[in-house]
Each structure stands twice: as structure tokens, then as C-alpha cells.
DNA sequence: CCTCTGGCAAACAATATTGCTTACAACTCA
DNA sequence: TGAGTTGTAAGCAATATTGTTTGCCAGAGG
């Protein structure tokens, strides 16, 4: 039994009035959402179309479009910490990975903020946010460290 | 001078369609952008309202909408990461942290992965993303840990 | 009392986004 | 070669979102 006849939506439907989003919603709309599980479930485009009861080239766009808004979705949270955080380092390229912290700390205490993080806490986080950026000690590429005052990090590499 | 003469926008225009919005966009549009960092200084709506050519009133819109879009750009990511993520160990209120790693690991293994994450990873990441719900060695409320392929973590209240 | 501050509702025009279709192109694998 | 796979472009109807206005309401502080 095609999923769709149990979504008897009408053309161009994708929301459901009567609910007030009460502030639970993301981006990913339903139809986005079960492209995205069945594609993670190994099926192909055509299986879902099947499933679905629509066309292989409507998945594939649904599909896109899931991808394009989880992207948006990254961006924008960037975009927030980066005009948000009161800590920025900028970090040339050559920069020993363990001279990292003792950067972030003396601009944190230039701005007399407490961070409340831990040296390790920074090793850890950026090797985990960034591993191509780094290489054994070294850091190859100019990057930007951003810090809130929450203890948020955020790695980016310069002008981007 | 009002920033506004600098921005001499129709009535709805919040985009430029001459550029073909490449694939470098966010969720916040550039009105958006503008109450946020401002209101950040520390501005009074009334001040932005002036700066920017308009009403108080839509200053407050303005902020309240970016900040939906904060929100939604937050949930979207949740959800993709919980629908992508191969491991989830749900762990119950009065678990001690120290046991956490060996349970992450013990569902991964159970799936023959190996998470590009250590034990102190996970202790670390942990107590950041989520510090209300660690006190001490012990986790307050039920939640749900979930972890990807490429060792992202993510802490949910269970049941959200 | 008044003022400054902020949240929020309803409404509107303009623009953006979505799900969908049809059609064409490119790739891999047998 | 042919079949299975995926990307993508153009276009359409329906819905969502945005910036804006006007107006009302509430707390904080003088």
C-alpha cells in the first residue's frame, strides 16, 4: 500500500493549518523528512516514489531541498554565534594546536570574561569541530575561533 | 543619516533576485541581521527603529522572527542528527556519567562501528552541551545520547 | 501620575518556498 | 549495448514568510 493515500494532501499543501506551530517546527517538512529516513534506509529514489506514490524526479528535488535547508539550517547558527560570540581569535596558519587556549584565554581576560571552559575542553572541541583543519600540532589553514559566553565553540576558516 | 536611505527596499523586498542566491544563504535576512547585531550593543528598540527608518513596533517583530529562525535552524539540526545517527543509548535519571562512555560504546559495538571518539570525548561533550542536566557524577533526567558516524553527539531530554 | 520599554495581534502586499510534473542528461554496472 | 541510478531545469498552483503599519497592553522607574 502506497504511504500517500494515507497523506490525502491537497497540491501544494505542506503545512497543517489548524496547527498553530506553536513553536515546535524546523525545516524539514514532513514530505522532506520521509525522503530523508527512507533514503538513510538504504532505498532508492524510485522505491520511495513507489512508497510515496509520486515521481522518482519529485524525490530526488524533495531530497535536495531536505539537504539545501539542513545546510541553511548550519549556516544560520554559525552566522549567530559568530555575530554573538565576544571572543574571536583570529589563528595563522602554522599555529601550534596547543598554544590554542592560552590564545582564546588572553582575549577572553582582555574583555575580563570568565570562559567557562578548560584548556582541554578547547583541544577537544576543536579537533572534534575541525579535524581537517589540523595536523599533528599544527593548524594548515588561517582559522577564526569564536567563543560565547556560554563556552560555545566555533571554528571557521578566514573569510569565509 | 538614517541607515534605511542606504537601503531603499519595496515593500516586501527582502531578497535580491539578480543574485541566484548560490547555495551561501541563511536563515536571517539582512533586516534581521541588522536588529539582532544592533539589539547585541545593547540598543533600545526605539533606537534601532530609528536608525533603521521604521517603527518600534517592527524592531520587535523583526527581533522576535530572527530568533524563531535561531530556533528552528536549532531544531532542524537536532532532527537531522537524530534521524541520522546510528548510535542512541537512552540513559535513565541517576545514571552515574562515568558509565556513559562504556554504554555508547557497547551500542556501537553492538552495530561492529567504531566512533572516532574517545571516552573522555564523550564525558567532555557531554557536560558542555548539557551541563543543567548533570549534577555532580549523576544525570538529573532520563535522556536520549545519540552519535554519528563522524562523532557528533547530541543530549535530549527524553521524551521531547 | 507619566515615560520609557517591550511583547504581541491583526492585516496587507510582495516575495519565497514547496510539492509536483515533464523532460533531458550523465553515470555506473552488467 | 541496455538497465538502474541520480541530478537538474523549467514551470505551475498553493501555501509560507517577510517587512511593514496601526493599535493595545504590561511592567519598571521616575
Known sequence: M??????????GMNRDPDEPEEGGDSLLTDRQLQ???????????????????????????????A???IGRAERTL??????RAPVSVHVPAGTDVFDLPQMVFSVADQKSMQLPVTA???????????PHL???????????????????LL??????
Chains 1, 2 share one sequence.
Not at 502506497?2 to 497540491?11: E, G, I, T, V
Not at 554559525?78 to 555575530?83: A, E, H, K, L
Not at 589540523?134 to 560555545?152: H, M, N, P, W
Open 120 to 130: 582541554m575542553d578547547i583541544l577537544v572541541l576543536l579537533r572534534r569541530k575541525a
Open 2 to 11: 502506497a504511504l500517500s493515500s494515507m497523506n490525502p494532501r491537497k497540491y
Open 35 to 65: 525522503v530523508l529516513k527512507l533514503r538513510l534506509q538504504g532505498r532508492s529514489q524510485q522505491e520511495i516514489a513507489d512508497l510515496l506514490g509520486t515521481t522518482r524526479s519529485n524525490v530526488s528535488i524533495l531530497e535536495k531541498r
Open 134 to 152: 589540523f595536523r599533528k600540532r599544527a593548524i594548515l589553514k588561517d582559522v577564526d575561533v569564536y567563543v560565547t559566553e556560554e563556552g560555545e
Open 78 to 83: 554559525q552566522q549567530w554565534m559568530m555575530i
Open 67 to 69: 539537504h539545501q535547508n
Open 155 to 160: 571554528v571557521m576558516e578566514s573569510g569565509l
